[in-house]
């Protein structure tokens, strides 16, 4: 090997070996900077728990277990009027729709075929935190919520319950579904022959969630209640 070939040998080395040095560098400042980046989210998130005031005002609850009894009144959504504003409730219902807009979520609360809207706002009550939990609730979730029934201008036409809303102040998840139902209730009560047909087994497996059933269920209600 020649002197001018040992000596472009040692330079392509230098070369390759500086090539290597920079990018372990910017390996290393890419690693750092992502450390840095979750140490950072980490603490924010951390801070934003310590600062929740209402933390015990949303969640999932433990299952009771028949350990307490809770001392609460339930309202039928049905029942939901003007004669009861102002009134501070405790309702179980299912979570029909939601939906986030900034710092507030309105939400469609239903029992049978009646519903209502309800909203949770950041304020007293409630926190940023709050509507967040409250907005990422999966539909058909069944949940307890104690709110005050307010009067409403302009009549909810999406609504059964059109005169008044509910304000939540507490809101928790008794039992939640699935983030994707294998049947949805708008197929469940759309009409034959629009959109696309819901087949017959899964038909057949969410059975509950058909009309004539829902109808069903409140008729054998009604009959139990009047035997009892």
Not at 59 to 64: E, F, H, N, Q
Not at 96 to 103: E, M, P, Q, V, Y
Not at 133 to 153: G, H, L, P, W, Y
């Amino acid at each position: 090997m020649t002197k001018d070939e040992v000596q472009g040998a040692m330079e392509e080395e230098q070369a390759q070996s500086k090539k290597g040095l920079k990018k372990q560098q910017k390996e290393a400042e890419k690693a750092a900077k992502k450390a840095e980046k979750q140490a950072k989210l980490a603490a924010d998130q951390q801070g934003s728990e310590e600062d929740d005031f209402a933390k015990d005002r949303y969640g999932v609850p433990p299952m009771v277990q028949s350990q307490q009894k809770l001392d609460r009144v339930l309202v039928r959504v049905e029942d939901l009027s003007p004669e009861k504003a102002d009134q501070l409730i405790w309702l179980r219902a299912r979570v029909h729709t939601s939906r986030a807009k900034g710092k507030q979520c309105f939400l469609v609360l239903r029992q049978q075929q009646f519903n209502v809207q309800a909203l949770v706002a950041v304020g007293d009550r409630a926190s940023k935190q709050m509507v967040k939990f409250a907005a990422n609730i999966t539909k058909e979730s069944i949940v307890d919520v104690e709110a005050s029934v307010r009067k409403v201008e302009q009549k909810i036409e999406s609504c059964t319950q059109q005169d008044v809303e509910l304000h939540i102040e507490r809101i928790f998840v008794i039992s939640q579904s699935e983030a994707r139902l294998p049947l949805q209730l708008e197929d469940a009560v759309r009409p034959d022959g629009e959109g696309e047909e819901v087949r017959t087994d899964v038909g057949l497996d969410e059975r509950a969630y058909k009309p004539e059933s829902q109808y069903l269920y409140f008729k054998f209600s009604q009959l139990f209640y009047f035997i009892v």
